[in-house]
């Protein structure tokens, strides 16, 4: 009987040694595997750590080094990526052709502008066909052409900005509505598994002015047509038929065949009190996700990209139009305005939509573009160049009607996924250049019912109000006018002189905008009570 317990105890202990030895393999088998499923979810950041402890037990694993690298770019930690490449390099490791453009990729992002440069051409010896390739190594040569119009525009972050994400921002009625995963006042937050963090819903910011400074702030945003969540994801989303109707995209509340949420477009309509559903889209689909949305003001012509099958490649740009009551199938801009890379956030404004691409050569990652809608299919798309765009990411543009102000997102400041709203003033005056004015003066009597009268021959200084000195000087002719040429940036005032060497001063207002006043009136107001009292 002892024998036997023996033996039992034996083999216990030998069936104990190997489940414990497969055990201590798999306590380092197990994350790596955890780690390629988080990957293969789109769980970037989670599998870069996971990687990031494996490579502490295998420090030689230039295979893992590879995933780590690949997964830091995803995740949009280019710097992390970079030195997870330089790492591979280092150790000898040969990177195949999709790397070496992620290389390229985070080292242009980063600046880096001549190592990006050499992978993008080693990219390219490989396929010398590549014509994106080889539109990115012009454009990393001569990146000083989106730089040039820089004066046309002004970029400023708002005060919304979190830690979080806030994008895709749209004006609406004094303010704008934006999309953001911050953390609401509820106190039951719904969590999204893939990126640890609240799904995005919508808030709405209005502008005020500072009764002190009178300058003009944004007001704490707010919970936005909170009826229409659906407890997942829910923006961007475009307003129409005056702020009456919008539509918007959301996450489905069920998974498709697949175990995934796709999301979708839905239209609705203000009904006094609450926002409402009024219809889901005709072609939204569990195969595949409508990622953002515009549509002009009367509500009948439609765009959005999607990773829909059969597109150029990634996420293309689709438009559809309202005819007969129903929407006409997505059609696909093609290849001129689409690209074998991403295309996403389109916004039409007039007859100009503008749209973010990775695909089109840029300043790094997502730049924004436009190019004119036409009768036959779509202009060349020109890159806004530097500041609308950045080596990060920059996309959801909005205008107001004039086209001249607006939003933007961007992760600059902070990269990864810490998006920020920016406010953006575009079709700035650049300096110098000459203002066609006239000058009038008009008597200041007892009645004061003077005409304005033209006042020829005078001469006229135009002063900047900072320093007092004169920066242009001329005359007018025998009509009042004349032309004065703004030398920079300023406030500035005209002093006219007099034949009696009397000087009168008018204030001169300019224009933010390119071409928004042909002629200035200027008038003088003559005093003539004080005239004669000096001659007394």
Not at 334 to 346: H, I, Q
Not at 400 to 428: F, P, Q
Request: proline share 4%; with cysteine; aromatic share 14%.
């Amino acid at each position: 009987m002892t024998k036997t317990w023996i033996v039992l105890a034996i083999g216990c202990l030998g069936y104990l040694q190997g489940a414990g030895q497969a055990t201590v393999f798999s306590l380092f088998e197990d994350p790596l595997r955890e780690a390629d499923r988080h990957f293969a979810a789109g769980r970037y950041a989670r599998a870069a750590t996971l990687y990031t402890a494996g490579l502490s037990r295998k420090p030689d694993d230039v295979v893992m080094r590879r995933k780590l690298a690949q997964a830091r770019y995803r995740a949009k930690d280019y710097a992390g990526a970079v030195t997870a490449y330089d790492q591979c390099l280092s150790a000898g490791s040969t990177l195949t052709w999709d790397d070496q453009y992620y290389y390229a990729e985070a080292n242009a992002t980063l600046g880096r502008r001549a190592m990006a440069l050499d992978y993008y051409k080693r990219c390219l010896a490989q396929q010398p066909d590549n014509e994106l390739i080889a539109k990115k190594v012009w454009r990393l040569a001569n990146l000083q052409y989106l730089y040039e119009d820089s004066a046309h525009y002004a970029v400023r972050p708002l005060n919304i900005n979190t830690t979080s994400g806030e994008l895709c921002a749209v004006p609406y009625q004094d303010g704008f509505v934006f999309t953001s995963n911050r953390k609401g006042a509820g106190v039951v937050e719904r969590f999204n598994r893939k990126s640890n963090t609240p799904f995005y819903k919508l808030y709405q910011a209005r502008w005020k002015e500072d009764t002190a400074t009178h300058i003009l702030t944004v007001g704490k945003p707010v919970a936005f047509a909170s009826s229409l969540r659906a407890g997942y994801n829910t923006g961007p989303m475009a307003f129409y038929h005056q702020g009456k109707q919008m539509v918007f995209v959301t996450s489905s509340e069920k998974a498709g065949a697949e175990g995934r949420r796709t999301l979708g477009l839905y239209f609705a309509a203000w009904e006094g009190k609450k926002w409402k559903v009024v219809a889901p889209f005709a072609f939204n689909s569990d195969r595949y996700s409508i990622h953002d949305v515009s549509i002009n003001e009367e509500g009948t012509v439609l765009y959005f990209s999607s990773d829909m099958a059969g597109g150029v490649g990634g996420k293309d740009v689709y438009t559809c139009r309202w005819v007969d009551g129903k929407w006409t199938p997505p059609r696909n801009l093609g290849e001129t305005v689409n690209t074998p890379l991403n295309e996403a956030f389109p916004y039409l404004h007039g007859h100009m939509l503008y749209f973010s691409s990775d695909g089109h050569p840029g300043l790094g990652q997502l730049d924004i573009f436009r190019a004119q809608v036409q009768d036959d299919g779509y202009g060349e798309p020109e890159n806004l160049g530097y500041p609308v765009n950045s080596p990060y990411d920059d996309f959801g543009l909005a205008l107001d009607t004039l086209g001249t102000h607006g939003y933007l997102s961007s992760n600059r400041r902070h990269g990864g996924y810490d998006d920020d709203v920016y406010e953006v003033d575009m079709d700035l005056q650049t300096y110098p250049f000459t203002v066609a004015c006239e000058l009038k003066y008009k008597e200041h009597t007892w009645g004061d019912r003077s005409r304005n009268m033209t006042w020829p021959n005078a001469r006229v200084a135009l002063m900047d109000s900072g320093t007092g000195k004169s920066v242009f000087a001329t005359q007018t002719d025998a009509s009042g006018k004349f032309s004065i040429v703004i030398p920079y940036f300023s406030k500035y005032y005209v002093q006219v002189t007099d034949d009696d060497g009397g000087t009168h001063k008018a204030s001169f207002e300019l224009s933010k905008y390119q071409g928004e006043a042909s002629v200035h009136e200027i008038v003088i107001v003559k005093d003539i009570f004080k005239k004669n009292n000096d001659r007394k």
